[in-house]
């Protein structure tokens, strides 16, 4: 007999899905979609585009959190580690090695599945508790590699990335074009997350979060679909995260720290763990919060803690997750 | 790399010293998961806030070192007691994860709010008068204070072992780790017991903080930056056993002065692929009772 | 004396106690006899207040125990002796013994209870889960025989226990009975109860369906063999 019951920590409720999916959204979703959209359309015009960009990064980020921790049940506290040494290797390639703006993403994307997959080989051993705890201290490990190694250039970063074209025509450097291909690839993005999800593969991934043990006397081999989710996730932070380098032009420590990972963290919570749209509702409420406390320092960290406290404790469930629940509809 | 003898003992031995502390706070961090179930990721703000605590005395009511080390954790632990009955009782019907969620929450909240009203900088505390001055061991002079924080921490550390593995009292915890339930049905208020021990396990990383304060300097980071490697310790040494934590804390407090003195740029990350080690070659840990 | 009346429990949102009427008078030995899934566990927890939602009457002795923490039904003088057994690995064979708190006066001593159960004392030093499944169940008996409390609960005390093992604590069943403790008696095992309990309850599917005086019990062994699924 434990203390306390294991429950899962996604938000499961179950609805009759109906037969109009377009691009494969329940419907409840798809608008959703459609006011994403048009949030994105719009924004740009009534706040600056740069600061739309950081957030649209975060997002992804943040779908990629999610991709394993709603929907595969797997909490990493690690994720600074893919999303900053993607945005290195990204920046680094980019502004020394003569990258384009799609090689340099691709790199950032490869470095983060490589590193995923040598994490997670080492993670996946353990579940829950110490899953975490060994991603946390992995992540560590490759924060303080990065706080000595030359290539990452210490405390000043590695500066001086090109923005690039994209496709050889788009200049980058002008920031409202950067804006719609940054705008169009998050659309693409969460499109894309919603399809996995649905997939036969994503279907695998919620069974092993309700019950491992389950899944595998169905046959599943559970350690390698973590794998894959697990490997997935880190790509898509590489990628999130190189294109983050992009737009800022600059690579720091502060990617590949702890608190880029509880970003992640706080975004998922706060949006709604296992909610497709989650990362998005998260994202802009937790990077608004942080970009209007900045001037204040440590506040922003006080704030955390609170909202974190906060979540925990009341909104369990996040934004969404609790909205979810309240009209009975997946979003 | 560099085998410089004298310069490997005498990093060693202040290897020791921060030891000492990972075996302090892996010591309540375990303790704590045992029986709360909830990974303490406030562990280490309760460090930092013991070293604060200890600052506070000093420049409010200038109440010296000794006294400190009596007071400090009866005040941690009174905190720890509020935290434990306010905030945490009400996860332990969840997933054990939420703990670490809202631990590591009060955590960012505790450091964000000594920020504010400290400032970023580390404060100095001063070493006690009556362990000032150093000790001649041949390859290094050792100072009476970090030669006074081994011993101690060492005696700290033993005297909580003896009293959880050859005590009724400790008998009862132990009990409850294995079946709070069953615990309770034989008329022991385990509620009780848990908030108990949340607080004994803070109030002894505030003891921790006290010890570090002269040390360490009294900083908000202090405790992020210390409660990341005692995952690790804790990890290596394997969660359950109160023995495997003392003995891994000490273990790689020792195994960093080494690798600081051999190979300097490892020594931040020696103890993170040390865990790396086990988890592959014995996934629970050198001491770790549970699978 | 226990006094249960109308007893519903539910474990979760599955319903399974259906208004359970029962009375275990001081000083007697009563039995409980059903299959597996019957409802005697979830009796006996129910009792303990181990078990979430519940309604009904449960009194011991003029005290509305529904209302209680199972540290607080303990104090009132019941112990549980659960299927399980719930020995402490982490502790000791003498440490587990010693760990329930007296709760009363009146209680056995240590050293007439290791009188009582020999091979306990022999094993004092060595890790509870350490002892035979046998030599567990008498440990998690005398555990509970030193607190004071007066009301027993055991569950399925001889269950995989070999005969010999079971006669011994039939055995030691009758010698505390005549102690005068009260012993609720939860077993599959007819034979075994049918010489020592005064009245049998037996139950099906969360329902109470038969009350048997010890006199009745003979008489009516085919009706209990099929309830048992015998």
């Given at each position: 007999m434990t203390m306390a019951d294991?429950?899962?920590?996604?938000?499961?409720?179950?609805?009759?899905?109906?037969?109009?999916?377009?691009?494969?959204?329940?419907?409840?979703?798809?608008?959703?979609?459609?006011?994403?959209?048009?949030?994105?359309?719009?924004?740009?015009?009534?706040?600056?585009?740069?600061?739309?960009?950081?957030?649209?990064?975060?997002?992804?980020?943040?779908?990629?959190?999610?991709?394993?921790?709603?929907?595969?049940?797997?909490?990493?506290?690690?994720?600074?580690?893919?999303?900053?040494?993607?945005?290195?290797?990204?920046?680094?390639?980019?502004?020394?090695?003569?990258?384009?703006?799609?090689?340099?993403?691709?790199?950032?994307?490869?470095?983060?599945?490589?590193?995923?997959?040598?994490?997670?080989?080492?993670?996946?051993?353990?579940?829950?508790?110490?899953?975490?705890?060994?991603?946390?201290?992995?992540?560590?490990?490759?924060?303080?590699?990065?706080?000595?190694?030359?290539?990452?250039?210490?405390?000043?970063?590695?500066?001086?990335?090109?923005?690039?074209?994209?496709?050889?025509?788009?200049?980058?450097?002008?920031?409202?074009?950067?804006?719609?291909?940054?705008?169009?690839?998050?659309?693409?993005?969460?499109?894309?997350?919603?399809?996995?999800?649905?997939?036969?593969?994503?279907?695998?991934?919620?069974?092993?979060?309700?019950?491992?043990?389950?899944?595998?006397?169905?046959?599943?081999?559970?350690?390698?679909?973590?794998?894959?989710?697990?490997?997935?996730?880190?790509?898509?932070?590489?990628?999130?995260?190189?294109?983050?380098?992009?737009?800022?032009?600059?690579?720091?420590?502060?990617?590949?720290?702890?608190?880029?990972?509880?970003?992640?963290?706080?975004?998922?919570?706060?949006?709604?763990?296992?909610?497709?749209?989650?990362?998005?509702?998260?994202?802009?409420?937790?990077?608004?919060?942080?970009?209007?406390?900045?001037?204040?320092?440590?506040?922003?960290?006080?704030?955390?803690?609170?909202?974190?406290?906060?979540?925990?404790?009341?909104?369990?469930?996040?934004?969404?997750?609790?909205?979810?629940?309240y009209f009975k509809t997946k979003l | 790399m560099d085998f410089n003898m004298n310069l490997i003992l005498g990093q060693m031995v202040l290897g020791l010293v921060n030891g000492v502390f990972y075996a302090i706070l892996s010591l309540g961090l375990s303790v704590i998961f045992g029986l709360l179930g909830v990974i303490n990721f406030a562990h280490g703000v309760f460090f930092m806030l013991g070293a604060f605590a200890a600052y506070m005395l000093g420049e409010l009511f200038g109440i010296g070192y000794w006294p400190a080390l009596l007071l400090v954790p009866l005040i941690i632990g009174a905190l720890g007691l509020v935290v434990e009955v306010t905030l945490i009782r009400s996860l332990y019907k969840l997933d054990h994860l939420y703990g670490l969620l809202l631990t590591m929450g009060l955590a960012f909240a505790i450091e964000g709010l000594i920020r504010i009203t400290f400032g970023p900088q580390g404060l100095p505390y001063n070493i006690p008068d009556s362990l000032r001055g150093a000790i001649n061991l041949g390859f290094m002079f050792l100072p009476y204070y970090r030669a006074w924080v081994v011993v101690a921490g060492i005696i700290l550390c033993v005297t909580v072992w003896l009293v959880i593995e050859r005590t009724p009292l400790g008998a009862k915890l132990r009990a409850a780790t294995d079946n709070p339930q069953m615990v309770q049905a034989f008329g022991i208020n385990v509620p009780v017991m848990l908030t108990l021990t949340y607080a004994a396990g803070v109030a002894l990383a505030g003891i921790g903080g006290v010890m570090a304060a002269p040390i360490m300097s009294v900083d908000p980071a202090m405790g992020t930056n210390i409660v990341i490697v005692v995952f690790a310790v804790v990890v290596i040494g394997g969660m359950g056993s109160i023995f495997g934590s003392i003995l891994t804390g000490l273990a790689l407090g020792l195994l960093e002065g080494f690798t600081k003195a051999v190979f300097a740029e490892a020594s931040s990350t020696v103890i993170f692929v040390v865990m790396v080690i086990v988890l592959i070659a014995r996934p629970r840990g050198l001491f770790g009772k549970m699978a | 004396m226990l006094d249960i009346s109308k007893l519903d429990a539910w474990y979760g949102e599955s319903h399974v106690l259906h208004g359970l009427d029962m009375q275990v008078p001081e000083g007697k030995v009563v039995s409980l006899l059903g299959r597996n899934g019957a409802g005697k566990t979830t009796t006996m927890r129910t009792i303990m207040g181990l078990m979430g939602k519940v309604r009904g009457t449960l009194a011991y002795n003029g005290a509305d125990l529904l209302k209680m923490r199972p540290d607080q039904v303990a104090r009132k003088g019941i112990a549980l002796c659960p299927e399980d057994r719930a020995i402490f690995p982490s502790l000791s064979v003498h440490e587990n013994l010693m760990l329930p708190p007296i709760i009363a006066k009146g209680g056995m001593s240590v050293d007439h209870i290791y009188e009582l159960f020999p091979n306990i004392k022999e094993r004092a030093t060595s890790r509870g889960t350490q002892l035979s499944g046998g030599e567990q169940q008498m440990l998690a008996i005398a555990r509970i025989l030193r607190t004071g409390a007066k009301f027993l609960l055991l569950d399925e005390p001889t269950e995989g226990l070999a005969p010999v093992i079971v006669q011994q604590i039939s055995r030691t069943l009758s010698e505390i009975k005549e102690m005068g403790y009260t012993i609720l008696l939860v077993e599959q095992n007819a034979h075994f109860v049918q010489g020592i309990a005064d009245v049998h309850y037996l139950i099906e599917n969360g329902n109470i369906v038969d009350r048997l005086e010890a006199s009745e019990f003979e008489k009516n062994i085919a009706k209990v063999d099929k309830l048992l699924g015998l």
């Open positions: 294991t429950k899962t920590m996604s938000n499961t409720t179950t609805v009759a899905t109906t037969g109009f999916q377009p691009l494969g959204f329940s419907p409840a979703r798809f608008w959703l979609m459609v006011a994403t959209t048009l949030a994105v359309i719009v924004a740009p015009f009534v706040l600056y585009p740069i600061f739309l960009m950081k957030i649209y990064c975060f997002i992804i980020f943040a779908i990629a959190y999610n991709l394993l921790l709603g929907y595969t049940g797997l909490m990493s506290f690690g994720h600074a580690a893919f999303w900053g040494m993607g945005a290195y290797l990204t920046a680094y390639s980019a502004a020394n090695w003569g990258f384009g703006f799609e090689m340099a993403l691709l790199m950032g994307t490869v470095t983060g599945a490589v590193l995923g997959l040598i994490f997670g080989w080492v993670a996946i051993r353990r579940t829950g508790l110490y899953f975490a705890m060994i991603t946390l201290a992995l992540a560590q490990m490759v924060y303080f590699i990065c706080l000595q190694a030359p290539f990452t250039g210490g405390e000043d970063g590695v500066q001086g990335v090109p923005r690039g074209t994209f496709l050889g025509i788009l200049d980058l450097r002008n920031d409202w074009t950067l804006y719609w291909l940054v705008g169009a690839i998050l659309l693409a993005i969460i499109i894309l997350s919603n399809r996995v999800v649905h997939s036969p593969f994503g279907q695998v991934l919620r069974a092993i979060r309700n019950n491992p043990n389950r899944a595998k006397s169905l046959g599943y081999n559970v350690d390698r679909y973590k794998l894959y989710a697990f490997v997935m996730s880190a790509a898509l932070s590489g990628f999130a995260g190189g294109l983050k380098a992009i737009i800022f032009q600059i690579a720091t420590l502060t990617d590949v720290s702890t608190i880029a990972s509880t970003e992640a963290v706080l975004i998922t919570l706060v949006g709604g763990i296992g909610t497709i749209f989650g990362p998005v509702v998260g994202s802009m409420i937790v990077l608004s919060l942080e970009h209007y406390l900045a001037p204040y320092g440590p506040w922003v960290m006080f704030t955390q803690g609170i909202v974190f406290v906060f979540f925990v404790l009341v909104f369990r469930k996040g934004l969404l997750g609790e909205i979810q629940d | - | -």
